[in-house]
Every structure is written in C-alpha cells, then in structure tokens.
C-alpha cells in the first residue's frame, strides 16, 4: 500500500496490500522495526494482539505448552482442549452447549455454515450489505461486495445480501429453503457500522418466528472489543451459532464455533474436522486468554477508554473527516477521500491504525490502552488535518 519501491522483490503473493514497512518485535502496544524503531499499533494487528505483544501470563503459558504438547489431533483427548471449550461455552452462555475448533476466522465461519446446513437440511442464508466473514469460498459466499467476489464466481450456495434497515424486505427474503440469518452484531470491515437496537431486534423476532437459525460473527466484535464479552448482549441476542476468532488464543491461529446442544446433536462423525483444530497450544492460549477476563474492571476500561477514544475523535473538525464513530476500542474515522494518505502520515508519525474499505481509518486497539496513548493519536491526527 506504501512505499512500494523500498521493499525489495521477495517470494510471497503480493495479495496483501504492502505497508513498506518491516516488523521482527512486538512489547506492549508497540512493534519495532530491526533497527530498533518502535511504532504505537492501535490496530493491534488486526485485532488479534487484543492484551498487547508479549504479554507475560499469555507468554508464559503458550511457553509452557510449547515445551510440553504443541499439536494433536481431535480424535485424541486432551484436556486443555475439553477445559477451553467447557470455559468457552461458559463465557458465551445463552444456548452455547458445544464447541468446534479450527484455525481461523473464516474456518469458523465454514464450520458454522455447514453446522446450519446439516441441522436445517436447508442451504439458503440471508447476510447483510457491507458483511465480511472471509475469504476462503464458503465464508466468501456470505461476505458482501463485488471487491472479492466478482473473480470467483458463481460462488457456493445461496446468500441475499440485505439491508438491515429495511424490515419487510428481509421478512419477505425468508423462503422454505433459509436456514439461517448471519450477521457481524458490528461490521468491521465492511466500515465499523454499529446497528440500531430497534434493528437488531427484529432480527432476532425474525428468526424466532420464521423458525430460522441466527448465526453471530463475533470474530472480531467478540471478546471484549466493543465493552462485552460479545457485542450480541449489548442487543440482547440469543443465537444459535456464535463465530470466534482473532485475539481469543493469545495471537495462536484460532477459529470457533460455537453451538446449542440441538445442533451440535446434528453432525455426524467425519464430516468435519481439521488436523489443527483445538490443538493444545492454541487451547493454552484460550485458557490464558479468558484468564485476563477474570479482572472484573476489563470490560469497564475497554468501555471507558472506547467512550473517551471516541470522544476525542469528534473534537477533530477538518472537511476531510465526515464521520468519527464505532463502540468500545472499535472506531473509525470516516474521510471524505482515499484512507490511505492518513494511514501513511500515521506511520510516518509511528502510529500504525488500519483501513476498513477505501475511505475508513480503523482503531482496533488492545485493551492496554490509556489516555496517553488516545492523546497521542489525537495531537497527531489534529497535526496531520492542520487543526491545531
Ligand atoms: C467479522 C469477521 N469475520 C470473519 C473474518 C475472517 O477471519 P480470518 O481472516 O481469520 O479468516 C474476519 C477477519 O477480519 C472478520 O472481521
């Protein structure tokens, strides 16, 4: 994305946009070039480094797990994997009984997908406009938008992609052959699109009476982001499948799904598994992870320096910005233009933030933050729009 020409050809596929930068260390909410250069992540590496880079009891207890089992298959036992999943499901509460391991965020989704399609016999969804659930094609089915799609298809099964504000065009979306409803309870890349109540309500009222499943994306919402444990009970939702991802094994590749006892009840044995799923390492993570959330005031901070975060946002006025908004550590600075041009004079300033679609400037900081860091971020963005 920046500085193309500074980086030498190398052997990847140049399917990620390039920052021009080069990271080998991370320490708090800090990452640092080779020469010892340190930058401020309020991306948090996409929202994975959710307690910042090395933290030492998530550290100490991937170290542990290294030096003991890193890897086994699910047809063996183990019991960090049973422990991770009795605490998950815990945690999630609500109709969450069971709960399928894989390795990413988008493998979560498929899981999901397909846990829908064998409990309902049915293969018709219903996702909203401006969704992301990834990338590999099941997941890629249900995101939304011709960016990723166009290349691949026909892709598989059937999406409609709706509005979440207009109520009887969904309704009448409901056919005999929907088996599910799938939705991000906030929308992070399609923008950071936080829903209206009154909206996420009728979706719930929807599959209740139509007798359809409700699928939450919580890859990236979930886990404390937006102030809860999962954004759903800011909205009061009682899902059926609840996707995770993301920062919930400590930085390890990590998907989850989880599920009610009614579905989990439906998939036979073989259909779907992963060499990697719930392997111990990751299991170490998401124990040491849930750990954190034992500190009762977590979930208050991350409320609290969101509200400020945001807060600050708003008190920039430049005709660049239209829009500063989201919930929790789950913001976005909306730009009349291009996001890229901030992004780079961010990293030139060492602030490191993400983009959400072509406009948007994304904060998904961890949850160490405080106001020092906002402050800085708000005295070098006023810089960078001249309103100082
Ligand atoms: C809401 C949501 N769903 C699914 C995904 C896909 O996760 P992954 O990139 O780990 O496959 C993401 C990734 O950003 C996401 O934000």
């Not at 170490?284 to 992870?289: D, E, M, P, T």
Request: net charge positive; proline share 3%; charged share 20%.
């Amino acid at each position: 994305m920046f500085m193309n020409q500074l980086i030498p050809k190398n052997y990847l596929v140049a399917s990620y946009p390039n920052r021009g930068i080069s990271f080998v260390e991370g320490s708090g909410m800090y990452l640092r070039e080779k020469s010892g250069e340190k930058y401020l992540d309020l991306g948090s590496n996409y929202g994975v480094s959710i307690f910042g880079y090395v933290h030492p009891a998530i550290t100490k207890a991937l170290t542990n797990q290294i030096n003991s089992l890193v890897s086994l298959h699910g047809s063996f036992n183990n019991p960090l994997r049973s422990e991770a999943a009795r605490e998950l499901v815990a945690k999630c509460k609500g109709k969450m009984s069971r709960v399928f391991f894989s390795n990413s965020g988008a493998e979560a989704i498929e899981a999901a997908l397909k846990f829908a399609c064998l409990s309902t016999g049915k293969q018709h969804f219903i996702a909203l406009k401006n969704s992301y659930h990834g990338k590999t094609l099941g997941a890629l089915s249900a995101t939304s938008g011709d960016k990723y799609r166009h290349a691949f298809e026909p892709l598989v099964w059937d999406f409609s992609h709706l509005s979440i504000t207009d109520h009887q065009l969904l309704a009448s979306a409901v056919t005999e052959n929907t088996a599910a409803f799938l939705l991000e309870p906030v929308q992070g890349e399609g923008g950071i699109h936080v829903f209206k109540e009154a909206d996420m309500k009728f979706v719930q009222k929807l599959c209740d009476e139509k007798n359809i499943l409700l699928i939450v994306d919580e890859i990236q919402t979930g886990v404390g982001r937006t102030g809860k444990f999962l954004a759903s009970e800011h909205y009061g939702l009682q899902p059926d499948i609840i996707c995770l991802g993301k920062g919930i094994a400590g930085g390890i590749p990590i998907g989850v799904t989880l599920v009610s006892e009614e579905i989990a009840l439906k998939v036979p044995v073989h259909i779907h598994t992963s060499t990697f799923g719930g392997n111990p390492l990751a299991s170490a993570g998401i124990l040491a992870v849930l750990a954190e959330f034992e500190n009762t005031s977590l979930l208050k901070h991350i409320t609290e320096m969101g509200d400020y975060f945001l807060r600050e946002l708003k008190t920039i006025k430049s005709n660049k910005i239209k829009e500063a908004r989201g919930i929790g550590l789950m913001l976005a600075l909306e730009l009349y233009e291009n996001a890229t041009s901030t992004l780079k004079a961010l990293q030139q300033n060492h602030i490191i933030a993400i983009p959400a679609g072509s406009n948007i400037v994304r904060f998904l900081p961890s949850y160490l933050i405080t106001k020092k860091e906002i402050d800085l971020l708000i005295a070098t963005l006023k810089r960078i729009f001249n309103y100082v």
